[in-house]
Nanobody
């Protein structure tokens, strides 16, 4: 049973930074990718970033490129999302998830965490 737990969310002023963490357990993830998604109030959940466990290739949605960085620690089964230069429009619940399929298509993600709230004040 795969178990994902996010942490690190909170309230921050615009321009500030937060680092989200996702702890993954329950299987070997070498053939998988980990993704971060977010859902703002009244909006659909959207892809933010992803990283392949093997090789470390990264993917970002355009709105966070240059501000967010996804990374992983294979030994600890941890994935991180460093978020800098935060904007009010980054306010959302952030989820980590696991996929063995197409990186940016959330329908391919089989396991999801409970989410962590990020609020950016103006």
């Amino acid at each position: 049973q795969v178990h994902l737990v996010e942490s690190g969310g909170g309230l921050v002023q615009a321009g500030g930074s937060l680092r989200l963490s996702c702890s993954a357990s329950g299987r070997t993830f070498s053939n998988y990718a980990m993704g971060w998604f977010r859902q703002a109030p009244g909006k659909e959940r959207e892809f933010v970033a992803a990283i392949r466990w093997s090789g470390g290739s990264t993917y970002y949605t355009d709105s966070v490129k240059g501000r967010f960085t996804i990374s992983r620690d294979n030994a600890k089964n941890m994935v991180y999302l460093q978020m800098n230069s935060l904007k009010p429009e980054d306010t959302a619940v952030y989820y980590c998830a696991v996929t063995s399929g197409f990186i940016v298509d959330q329908s391919t993600y089989d396991y999801w965490g409970q989410g962590t709230q990020v609020t950016v004040s103006s």
